[in-house]
């Protein structure tokens, strides 16, 4: 396995630009996620990786080996990477058994017969694909359809594993028990995974680190913890989990901390900016309290099982989200407790 590295790496598709200098590294061993809105140029990174496409900008590398270079021209063949690819189509030879699929790459390379089997049951070990190595790829589920991608994949014991939304075509249950299954995976091998998705759910279940992107940039690469609890942008804020952006203003910063107004009250915040403009405030930083010094109204009520989301409407004007225990009725008016939010700068001095 090996880190992948990319500098200043920029892709214009007939001279506008699917990805803008794009410099980050997928460190060793990593599962990191590639997350944001159609468009924003997920794909195209990966594809890059890959070697499908060649950048207009910049370079790329694979552990110590440079596989492309704009200036200079370098462009390593997407064979010659050794990186596993699943799409979201399987892509599997519909007349070849579950074996015969995930050993092709090896018949290709004509591995000696004993060397390809014991790699085949490996890979079938590693995707829980024992049972059906026999059965052609008609008589699966779509699970297991996409688990015997990762397995021929996983054969050639690639350096990376990069994957473009392969659960996309998956049904919600199948889903979950998919992304365990990619994430023991990942345990098990120590494999560098690279897994473009725009399901921050399933981003937030499988990866080490989040590469947030937006209109071609990278616009936040953190854990998913630190993505919800210290946005840096109001596009990530927004994006990332749920709550609502409210305006800030008045910021002091004393011994206590940082405070500010916002809602109609002064409020501590928690914040790594000098001039805050804006506060993220999640569900959890709203407590329903009778005294509490901010007075809402219930807009909308949705059962989530076992507690309910309430949108709220702030006395001042803003929009808010929370969630309760009980049920509330729309129209209800209703007093909030704020736990510091964090606070984040105004949105002209970020990518958002
Ligand atoms: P989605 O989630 O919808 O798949 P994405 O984030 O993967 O989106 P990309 O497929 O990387 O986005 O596309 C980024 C931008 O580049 C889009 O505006 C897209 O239209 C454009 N683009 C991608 N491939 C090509 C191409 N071969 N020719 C022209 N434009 C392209």
């Given at each position: 396995m090996?880190?992948?590295?990319?500098?200043?790496?920029?892709?214009?598709?007939?001279?506008?630009?699917?990805?803008?200098?794009?410099?980050?590294?997928?460190?060793?061993?990593?599962?990191?996620?590639?997350?944001?809105?159609?468009?924003?140029?997920?794909?195209?990174?990966?594809?890059?990786?890959?070697?499908?496409?060649?950048p207009?900008?910049?370079?790329?590398?694979?552990?110590?080996?440079?596989v492309?270079?704009?200036?200079?021209?370098?462009?390593?063949?997407?064979?010659?990477?050794?990186?596993?690819?699943?799409?979201?189509s399987y892509?599997?030879?519909?007349?070849?058994?579950?074996?015969?699929?995930?050993?092709?790459?090896?018949?290709?390379?004509?591995?000696?017969?004993?060397?390809?089997?014991?790699?085949?049951?490996?890979?079938?070990?590693?995707?829980?694909?024992?049972?059906?190595?026999?059965?052609?790829?008609?008589?699966?589920?779509?699970?297991?359809?996409?688990?015997?991608?990762?397995?021929?994949?996983?054969?050639?014991?690639?350096?990376?594993?990069?994957?473009?939304?392969?659960?996309?075509?998956?049904?919600?249950?199948?889903?979950?028990?998919m992304?365990?299954?990619?994430s023991?995976?990942?345990?098990?091998?120590?494999?560098?995974?690279v897994?473009?998705?725009?399901?921050?759910?399933?981003?937030?279940?499988?990866a080490?680190?989040?590469?947030?992107?937006?209109?071609?940039?990278?616009?936040?690469?953190?854990?998913?913890?630190?993505?919800?609890?210290r946005?840096?942008?109001?596009?990530?804020?927004e994006f990332?989990?749920?709550?609502?952006?409210?305006?800030?203003?008045?910021?002091t910063?004393?011994?206590?901390?940082?405070?500010?107004?916002?809602?109609?009250?002064?409020?501590?915040v928690?914040?790594d900016?000098?001039?805050?403009?804006?506060?993220?405030?999640?569900?959890?930083?709203?407590?329903?309290?009778?005294?509490?010094?901010?007075?809402?109204?219930?807009?909308?009520?949705?059962?989530?099982g076992?507690?309910y989301?309430?949108?709220?409407?702030?006395?001042?004007?803003?929009?808010?989200?929370?969630?309760?225990?009980?049920?509330?009725?729309p129209g209800?008016?209703?007093?909030?407790?704020?736990?510091?939010p964090?606070?984040l700068?105004?949105?002209?001095?970020?990518?958002?």
């Open positions: 090996a880190e992948l590295t990319l500098t200043q790496v920029a892709k214009h598709f007939g001279g506008t630009p699917a990805l803008k200098s794009v410099t980050t590294t997928v460190r060793d061993g990593e599962f990191l996620a590639l997350l944001g809105p159609s468009g924003c140029g997920k794909s195209t990174l990966l594809r890059l990786l890959a070697g499908f496409d060649q207009t900008e910049g370079r790329i590398s694979i552990g110590a080996q440079e492309a270079n704009a200036a200079t021209r370098v462009n390593v063949a997407p064979e010659a990477r050794n990186i596993g690819f699943v799409f979201q892509a599997l030879w519909p007349h070849m058994t579950v074996r015969r699929n995930v050993g092709y790459p090896l018949e290709i390379r004509r591995l000696p017969k004993p060397e390809r089997e014991a790699r085949i049951d490996a890979a079938l070990a590693a995707t829980a694909l024992e049972p059906f190595g026999d059965r052609m790829p008609s008589d699966l589920s779509g699970g297991q359809r996409q688990r015997v991608a990762l397995a021929r994949c996983l054969v050639s014991d690639p350096t990376a594993v990069l994957l473009d939304e392969p659960l996309a075509n998956l049904d919600v249950a199948l889903r979950a028990s992304q365990e299954m990619f023991d995976f990942h345990r098990r091998t120590g494999a560098t995974m897994y473009v998705t725009h399901d921050q759910a399933e981003a937030m279940a499988m080490d680190r989040i590469a947030v992107m937006n209109h071609g940039a990278i616009v936040q690469l953190d854990t998913p913890e630190a993505l919800y609890a946005p840096r942008s109001r596009f990530v804020a990332i989990g749920e709550g609502a952006v409210v305006p800030l203003t008045g910021t910063h004393g011994d206590q901390g940082a405070e500010a107004t916002l809602l109609g009250t002064r409020l501590q928690e914040t900016t000098q001039q805050p403009a804006l506060a993220c405030l999640r569900p959890e930083n709203l407590t329903i309290a009778e005294s509490g010094p901010v007075r809402a109204r219930v807009e909308r009520v949705t059962y989530l076992g507690r989301r309430l949108d709220l409407t702030a006395a001042s004007g803003e929009a808010l989200v929370t969630q309760s225990a009980t049920r509330l009725s209800d008016q209703i007093g909030l407790a704020l736990s510091a964090w606070a700068p105004p949105p002209d001095r970020t990518h958002s």
